[in-house]
């Protein structure tokens, strides 16, 4: 497939990730027309702005005044990119060569919304770790299982923006990330599903890989109760956005009281600090919700059964 691509990575106090994992991304796409690079500095402290334009110049680089989150980040790079399809990349994600090419290939199919490559991390190793949706005692969420690394690109419910491409015009379509989920976290699965309610495909491409470190940079920033706090919250809210279900709403809120009172037993309390913040965003997601109605093409337990086949 012949198309523009625009690689976006957002970065915040990242300097020493971009020294380096950039220099792999460049080199993989050196003499390639039609390749835009884009940083987008997301408030950052450490002289990322500074460092990127004395050392990598023919970087496109967009400086926030203040820290915006990912979401909004994105959308930045989203704003100014000229390529047909976004490749969103991290500032701890480093592409190995070839990553690019089975990417621009799955967008030979124009039903394909987004194409994500396959993640080599120390906590995954060489294994193909893919997600299954399912709603169970009200709660949204995803379990992993293991795929054959070979073979070649499948549907799947969401890819992360650590590492995938999406076509601009689809994604443009749906109005880019939704800073409801601020300041990360669930704003790309939310995406994703907004896009199989239009029929619109999510594939993995094994054939193209990144090299990730897990959370590499959210762990600089935030402890580990914040990111436990940060993930409940948004996982709430995914729900009251997305679920329209009659009956699984109605399981939502039936069983709310009870996954109040046991999981924070398990989980920690990070669950009801969670809670509450989606709580003060409610009245924000039921307006999200009543924006995104309009009888979507493609139903909650069609998406569900979908990918529990797979599994």
Not at 235 to 254: C, M, P, T, Y
Request: aromatic share 10%; glycine share 10%; hydrophobic share 45%.
């Amino acid at each position: 497939m012949t198309a523009t691509v625009s690689v976006v990575i957002p970065a915040y106090n990242s300097r020493e990730l971009l020294a380096a994992n950039l220099p792999a991304l460049l080199e993989a796409t050196r003499g390639r027309t039609g390749v835009e690079a884009i940083i987008v500095d997301d408030g950052s402290m450490d002289g990322t702005s500074e460092f990127l334009a004395s050392r990598f110049p023919e970087v496109r680089l967009i400086a926030l005044a203040s820290n915006q989150g990912a979401a909004r980040a994105r959308n930045a790079g989203v704003a100014a990119a000229t390529g047909d399809l976004l490749y969103f990349l991290d500032s701890d994600a480093r592409v190995r060569a070839g990553f690019l090419d089975p990417v621009l290939e799955g967008f030979s199919d124009p039903s394909v919304f987004a194409v994500g490559s396959r993640e080599v991390s120390p906590e995954t190793g060489g294994k193909l770790i893919v997600p299954i949706p399912f709603f169970r005692f009200g709660l949204f969420g995803h379990r992993y299982v293991t795929r054959d690394v070979a073979g070649r690109s499948f549907p799947v419910p969401f890819v992360p923006t650590s590492h995938a491409a999406f076509s601009r015009e689809k994604l443009l379509a749906l109005g880019g990330f939704d800073h409801l989920f601020r300041p990360l976290y669930w704003e790309d699965v939310d995406l994703c599903y907004r896009a199989w309610r239009r029929r619109w495909r999510v594939i993995i491409e094994p054939a193209s890989v990144v090299e990730h470190a897990l959370q590499g940079t959210t762990r600089r920033i935030y402890s580990r109760v914040a990111i436990q706090t940060i993930y409940w919250k948004n996982r709430f809210l995914f729900i009251w956005k997305n679920i329209r279900d009659g009956a699984l709403v109605a399981e939502h809120l039936a069983c709310l009281p009870l996954l109040l009172a046991g999981l924070p037993l398990v989980k920690g309390r990070a669950v009801l600090r969670g809670f509450a913040g989606a709580l003060g965003q409610l009245g924000e997601a039921l307006g999200k919700r009543r924006a995104d109605a309009g009888g979507p093409a493609v139903t909650d337990r069609e998406i569900l059964r979908t990918f529990a086949t797979r599994a």
